[in-house]
């Protein structure tokens, strides 16, 4: 690996985790440019998450398979390429609707390749501990920020330009990415694996999780609240048909070694409620922002960057911590610096300084944990780190679908703190869980 290696890897996660939340400012637009009816933003707004957090396992298996910097490679060029698809819709006629969800379908798909492939190459750049965990701050950094920074990049780029801009402005990101990719990411031994891939449970996984994503999307709205649970509860079926398809299978689509290891389960639900919480306070707090004291798109967003702000500082902190402490014991602070903020929103309603301090907090905390649980999940042996990646990513994504969708339904019927009371409780209640003394050894 060459100089640049990891800043150009952590541009990939940053470019990929941006596309899932810069197009939902555009929804309003891009319904309006093909002509498309309301009830479309659904949709619009999870087919992206159904489908990267469907195929993130398959995508590193794939790597595994047929090389990450090729899998890496192939997913950045083709997450370009199917932006030309949503970008022209609007020339479509009645077919512009179906252009565009394809577009975010296939993006969603090929950022699925790209991640994790991009990680376990990162990790493989950084084979001693204190550069791993600055570079694993890097990348939690990087995919907090974009996540949050999303709703504002998307805002400016429709104001300004358009809606079709937020998909044309993929192609430079994409030519920028495989160009750094190709200087950067050299000199590699990979070792592809001869097995052969777990087709049937990467089709139960890929179903599975989608029909979660897309049950959580309905539970949002009291009238879909019935066929949201009804998907989930055919998500979770799926998911324990996986289950013994894993144990089953000859060569099952997760190793039975990653399946086994306490680490990567640990950090993968540690991940899925870092996500849980936080994006679902960014939401209720970009709803409360716009439909309570009136503010637009452009200065919710930026207030917003306040958690953006936030991850970034005190995840360059966390080398230090974690040289001092236990992983789970930084990820128990930062949890609990996430419940203080979702706490303090709860308490200030009404206040705009409440919900600016609340996310800054909810960011630092962030910051913290994100890096402490991809560490975690990440103490694996290297020829599992692939599926790691996988795994590690796909728990966070479900964590987004299903902690905004429940806390918004909370809202719903509560009021904005009911849902960052929750959020609070769940993200207290982890944090405890993270100071355990049992869990206080690293890698325990």
Do not use: K
Request: glycine residues 12%.
């Amino acid at each position: 690996m060459r100089r640049g290696a990891v800043t150009v890897l952590c541009l990939v996660q940053f470019v990929d985790v941006l596309g899932v939340t810069s197009a939902t400012t555009a929804i309003p637009a891009i319904l309006a440019g093909v002509g498309a009816p309301a009830s479309a933003a659904g949709p619009l707004a999870t087919v992206y998450a159904m489908f990267f957090g469907g195929v993130l396992i398959l995508g590193a298996r794939l790597g595994d398979r047929f090389g990450h910097r090729r899998i890496l490679l192939t997913g950045v060029a083709l997450f370009g390429a199917v932006s030309v698809l949503g970008a022209t819709a609007g020339l479509w006629g009645r077919a512009g609707l179906a252009g565009v969800l394809v577009a975010r379908a296939l993006q969603g798909a090929a950022a699925a390749l790209s991640v994790p492939s991009a990680l376990r190459l990162l990790l493989s750049a950084t084979p001693d501990d204190r550069r791993r965990r600055g570079a694993l701050a890097a990348w939690s950094a990087t995919g907090a920020a974009a996540g949050a920074s999303g709703f504002l990049v998307g805002g400016i780029l429709v104001q300004a330009f358009g809606w079709p801009a937020v998909f044309w402005v993929n192609l430079p990101l994409a030519a920028g990415l495989i160009a750094g990719i190709a200087v950067t990411v050299t000199h590699l031994s990979e070792q592809s694996e001869r097995v052969p891939l777990d087709a049937l449970g990467a089709a139960l996984l890929i179903l599975a999780v989608m029909a979660v994503i897309a049950g959580a999307a309905w539970l949002e709205q009291p009238s879909t609240l019935v066929l949201g649970v009804a998907c989930i509860v055919v998500g979770v079926v799926l998911g324990a048909l996986l289950a013994l398809r894993l144990r089953t299978a000859a060569s099952p689509l997760i190793p039975r070694e990653a399946a086994r290891s306490r680490p990567l389960r640990h950090g993968t639900g540690l991940s899925f409620v870092n996500t849980a919480t936080t994006s679902s306070t960014a939401v209720l707090a970009t709803l409360f922002l716009q439909d309570r004291l009136g503010l637009d798109p452009i200065a919710t967003g930026l207030t917003l960057m306040a958690l953006s702000v936030a991850v970034i500082i005190t995840s360059t902190s966390t080398r230090a911590l974690l040289a001092r402490f236990s992983a789970y014991t930084v990820c128990g602070m930062g949890i609990a610096t996430i419940a203080l903020g979702c706490l303090l929103m709860a308490l200030t309603v009404g206040m705009w300084w409440g919900v600016f301090v609340g996310v800054a907090l909810a960011g630092a905390g962030l910051g913290l944990s994100s890096v402490a649980a991809t560490t975690i999940g990440t103490t694996v042996p290297d020829r599992l780190s692939g599926s790691a990646s996988g795994v590690l990513n796909t728990g966070a994504q479900l964590g987004t679908a299903l902690g905004t969708s429940i806390l918004v339904l909370i809202a719903s019927f509560g009021g904005v703190r009911a849902g960052w009371l929750a959020a609070a409780i769940i993200a207290a209640v982890t944090a405890g869980w993270c100071l355990l003394p049992r869990r206080a050894a690293p890698s325990s």
